[in-house]
């Protein structure tokens, strides 16, 4: 499927919170493996779970040019955790990739991430991510945008009898913060 050019990227707000929770448990019931959050966990959090959470972090998600979340429950999604604390806040974490299985593959992912990626620049020195090993495509693509690797964490997750290894990657954005 070719990538719409009309797509717009911004910040989820609280009122599309349900919209947001429905794409947010599609992927964790997918691809348990790729978060460090559960469907059985998340699923059993209330609405407001989600509106706080929309509204303490920096959640972005695929838009049409008219500013409708894209489709009943988007398509893709990307968060950006930014510390509170004083001596972490050169860093943020980037957490809660997803892309609908139909929207993979056409550089989606690509935009979603390289669009967090310059509204960053102006605030923080690095970004950061983790990443199961066995996520080939989400690995390439990290490193085709920057991330660099710098650990690894054996048995990071577990989901029911299965361990994943999780790798620590980095995309240094400047030397000095603003």
């Known amino acids: 499927m070719p990538i719409d050019n009309d797509f717009i990227f911004k910040r989820i707000p609280p009122d599309d919170a349900a919209l947001y929770r429905e794409l947010r448990l599609e992927g964790l019931k997918n691809t348990p493996e790729a978060f460090g959050a559960s469907y059985s966990n998340e699923s059993a959090n209330a609405p407001s779970h989600y509106r706080e959470l929309l ?35 050169h860093k943020e974490m980037l957490w809660g990739i997803y892309i609908k299985p139909e929207m993979r593959g056409n550089g989606l992912a690509k935009q979603l991430i390289s669009h967090i990626i310059e509204m960053a620049k102006h605030r923080t020195e690095e970004l950061l991510l983790t990443v199961v090993t066995s996520n080939t495509s989400a690995i390439k693509l990290y490193k085709k945008l920057g991330f660099i690797e710098y650990g690894c964490e054996p048995r990071a997750l577990k989901v029911g009898d299965c361990y994943y290894d999780e790798l620590l990657m980095r995309l240094p954005l400047k030397t000095k913060a603003i």
């Open 55 to 89: 509204t303490n972090n920096e959640v972005f998600g695929a838009y049409t040019n008219k500013g409708t979340l894209f489709g009943i429950s988007g398509v893709g999604i990307a968060g950006l955790a930014i510390p509170r604390k004083e001596k972490l806040k």
